[in-house]
């Protein structure tokens, strides 16, 4: 028996003494065979060109280690690259500059509470701990420029969430990429991952990978081996746009349903990843973006109507009852867990405003409102008959509605939901109004592989770290629990991603 | 390129288009030592001796199969040793003697309402059109004798449930024993599972067992090999008394919570199907029972005085608030996730009720009470200053509390939860009053293995059935979805493992 073997078994047999969780050396781990000669090498390889996995790279850089990134898209960022940007940072020198109150305790708190205790504690506290000390890396380590005007979305008990300056995710991507360029680091696109080299001994060594491999083209490209001689990082996003692997997790998310990722989301690395023995995780909890058009691809824009026209100063209806069915300010799983009911009974949720919305639109989201009237994603009806008349309503019941928002909004009280009010909210009038379709689109994956805090990959057969190889952002599971904080997946990535690489440029080599 | 190769290949370029899900043949499966010579032989090995297990060797043996049951405890039946033994068969012959409207399509709508559309609707349609035929099999081909006074628990639309003449699994489980001994198929026990062997080829062909195995002594026993010629049937059970796997999975339920399993329900079969390339689904929802007392072992007895006495003649209580906190005839996860938050907040939740509740208790379930006062799982209060200060509540909280309840009983209508009221229930009076202390147990797990809908297991690298592996019961995942209904894991493991018996048994042979 070999030394670790005897370990893992003393351990098992202390953690769970009634187990009988006996684990044969030689079957810990599935093998591949080694090539005695390796068509590559490097200290550190990492696959996937997210926020996660270019931020392994640029800190395994740092440490020193010879490192390399494959992509299998012929583009740079995957899913990071469609981001916002926004990063929840709480008791940041920004917020302390600006005299806000805020603690990673506070923002551990709201993650636990948000994410209905599935989100592993210790996990939680370490992306919040390290949440500040990134920030200021990347403004160091990247230059990244944030724009310090904070604000707090959904869930978050305090203002502590920032945006690039950029506007966009790729305000942090273009940096880190140009950093990396200069540093000499690779950034191989088109070249996918098609095994982990996992050894008898129950190491990962290496990978196989295609170069010149095409997406959509199984099999292209050719076939090199990469060692690793450090350690192997897991940065490949989740798998939204993989239809087949996320409707056995959920089959209400089947080909009816539009997702705003790349379509590079698959869960090819999902699978090698249980082949060679990971523990996979709290996969089936998959967050949709509720308000979305089912007429726009991605993440589109006609969400931004539902979610400050039809929201902040209006409300959101179902046409099977002609009337209102959600907190239209409830947690991402909850609207869409209450849309996606009416549309699988056969109706459709719609968002509804009149001008008085649409003026707030066009303040806060200056020019888009033309533009989803010409592409029909919002639809203007001159009264409520018009409007019932098009969506086979109940003109009554629709008139009876909008009373009964006007009245609960005068006594800033929802007694059936418990929505709130904006300030600037006023009484709907009687036309025109204003409606879009909403559709939940397929988002974020809150499962994954499970690891350590120090993001070494576990061992299904034993639950201990899979000798090197490690993982990092949204193909990790067990942080954000069942429902995931806006602005808390950017800080997941770039936490664990930092914490990735210099745990893998630490590792020892094997050869 | 193997035919399977190129069949799986062209199956996933046809299914996922733009996944690039290419799959080298060699890699496939987790390649284990296929002994020269096996130690015995069989056609189906049948892995587990609980519901799903001894019903899927019957139908096995019924087909013609030379076949054995390994079980690892040092007893026969597993949890289902443990089980009310309450079966839901819709349509049921029973029903229409009795003239109760019924189908397997409303069963159907029920699963898949309560299961929040987590269940797959192929696999829910399945069992719910075999019940009855099921039903029927276990009468003639079984001997199980069932009393036909049909009820309808939680969540069911119809009366249609019926418990073993004997009360028990034990119904079931007796008289399968008595069969399969009888048709000489052994059962062998003290036999674990260590390995199931998956050739290069992709088949399984057999298992590597330790007979003679103490549980909780890893490594106990010899290891010896099994040849299944036609197939290995996984009838494993769940996991609910595995910690270290659980708390994982779900981090709410660490050491802290009890179980109503026994203590071989453990993870070693989950982690080995991982290990050998079977995908797991939904593995996190894990139900538990909430109105258990956490002095007592297993489900105990002061269960009863919960939902009969603290539910149909009384309500539960938060000491946190000094009143109710939810519907009391909610469903399983809803009474669970409200009682854990009252005690992850620090207090506790009580089931409560006075001498009427008791009256009722004795009459449905004559002598429990007395044994639950000598125990101490029910309490006994003069009045409800008693009980306040026991509990450290406000008294005048507690007295509003029992108002509140005594005039929504009245009135038959409950605003805040939305609970029912029984025919026979009165106003709670001045005392004395019975509590129990509530704490949730770990029951069943709704997640485990990927089936096809003929009980095939699914390779996670393809999502097409592993040659040679089945598996029926609470191993297998994705037919309960989010939530199981009462009596409904009865009808899966008996349609489910007759199923798997009789798709092994006409399995080709490969040696």
């Known amino acids: 028996m070999t030394q670790i073997a005897r370990r893992r078994l003393l351990q098992g047999a202390a953690l769970i003494p009634a187990a009988g969780a006996f684990v044969p050396a030689a079957q810990a781990a599935c093998v591949n065979p080694i090539p005695a000669k390796f068509d590559e090498t490097y200290d550190v390889v990492v696959i996937g060109s997210g926020f996660a996995g270019l931020t392994a790279a640029l800190a395994a850089h740092e440490a020193g280690a010879k490192t390399a990134v494959f992509e299998k898209m012929a583009f740079i960022g995957g899913?990071?690259?469609?981001?916002?940007?926004?990063?929840?940072v709480p008791g940041s020198s920004?917020?302390?500059?600006?005299?806000?109150?805020?603690?990673?305790?506070?923002l551990e708190a709201d993650m636990e509470r948000i994410g209905l205790g599935l989100g592993d504690p210790a996990h939680i506290r370490f992306v919040c701990e390290k949440a500040s000390e990134t920030f200021e890396w990347t403004k160091k380590a990247i230059g990244v420029e944030w724009n310090e005007n904070?604000?707090?979305?959904?869930?978050?008990?305090?203002?502590?969430?920032?945006?690039?300056?950029?506007?966009?995710?790729?305000?942090?991507?273009?940096?880190?990429?140009?950093?990396?360029?200069?540093?000499?680091?690779?950034?191989?696109?088109?070249?996918?991952?098609?095994?982990?080299?996992?050894?008898?001994?129950?190491?990962?060594?290496?990978?196989?990978?295609?170069?010149?491999?095409?997406?959509?083209?199984?099999?292209?490209?050719?076939?090199?081996?990469?060692?690793?001689?450090?350690?192997?990082?897991?940065?490949?996003g989740g798998f939204g746009a993989d239809v087949r692997y996320r409707k056995a997790l959920d089959p209400k998310l089947g080909e009816a349903f539009l997702t705003t990722n790349q379509p590079g989301a698959t869960a090819d690395a999902w699978r090698e990843a249980s082949r060679i023995g990971a523990r996979i995780i709290q996969a089936d909890w998959i967050q949709c973006l509720p308000s979305c058009s089912p007429l726009e691809q991605g993440m589109g824009i006609a969400t931004?109507?539902?979610?400050?026209?039809?929201?902040?100063?209006?409300?959101?209806?179902?046409?099977?009852?002609?009337?209102?069915?959600?907190?239209?300010?409830?947690?991402?799983?909850?609207?869409?867990?209450?849309?996606?009911?009416?549309?699988?009974?056969?109706?459709?949720?719609?968002a509804f405003s009149d001008d008085d919305g649409v003026k707030h639109l066009e303040?806060?989201?200056?020019g888009l409102f033309a533009?989803?009237?010409?592409?029909?994603?919002?639809?203007?009806?001159?009264?409520?008959?018009?409007?019932?008349?098009?969506?086979r309503m109940d003109p009554a019941k629709l008139r009876a509605a909008?009373?009964?928002?006007?009245?609960?909004?005068?006594?800033?009280?929802?007694?059936?939901?418990?929505?709130?009010?904006?300030?600037?909210?006023?009484?709907i009038g009687s036309g025109p109004y204003y409606v879009s379709r909403m559709s939940p689109k397929v988002h974020h994956c809150m499962g994954g592989v499970a690891t350590a805090v120090n993001t070494s990959v576990l061992d299904v057969m034993t639950d201990e770290p899979i000798p090197g190889l490690f993982a990092a952002g949204e193909f990790v599971g067990g942080i954000h629990g069942a429902v995931r904080i806006g602005a808390c997946a950017v800080m997941d990535c770039l936490v664990n991603g930092r914490e990735a690489g210099m745990e893998a440029a630490k590792s020892t080599a094997w050869i």
């Open 150 to 236: 904070l604000t707090g979305k959904g869930g978050h008990s305090a203002s502590r969430c920032m945006i690039t300056k950029q506007g966009t995710g790729q305000g942090i991507i273009v940096p880190a990429v140009a950093k990396l360029k200069a540093a000499g680091v690779p950034i191989r696109t088109g070249c996918f991952m098609e095994a982990v080299l996992r050894d008898a001994d129950g190491r990962v060594k290496g990978v196989r990978i295609r170069e010149g491999y095409v997406f959509g083209k199984p099999g292209s490209g050719k076939a090199k081996t990469v060692c690793a001689r450090r350690a192997v990082i897991l940065a490949c």
């Open 304 to 350: 931004h109507f539902a979610s400050i026209s039809g929201s902040l100063f209006g409300f959101w209806l179902s046409t099977l009852s002609s009337s209102r069915f959600v907190n239209e300010f409830g947690d991402r799983k909850l609207c869409t867990d209450a849309i996606l009911t009416v549309i699988n009974k056969g109706g459709e949720a719609l």
């Open 363 to 366: 303040t806060l989201r200056p």
């Open 371 to 391: 533009k989803m009237l010409a592409a029909g994603t919002v639809e203007k009806f001159a009264d409520a008959d018009a409007l019932a008349k098009a969506y």
């Open 94 to 106: 920004v917020q302390k500059a600006q005299g806000i109150k805020d603690s990673p305790e506070a």
């Open 402 to 427: 909008i009373a009964e928002y006007n009245d609960n909004l005068a006594k800033k009280s929802d007694p059936k939901f418990g929505r709130r009010f904006d300030k600037a909210a006023k009484p």
């Open 79 to 88: 899913n990071s690259s469609l981001s916002g940007g926004m990063l929840a």
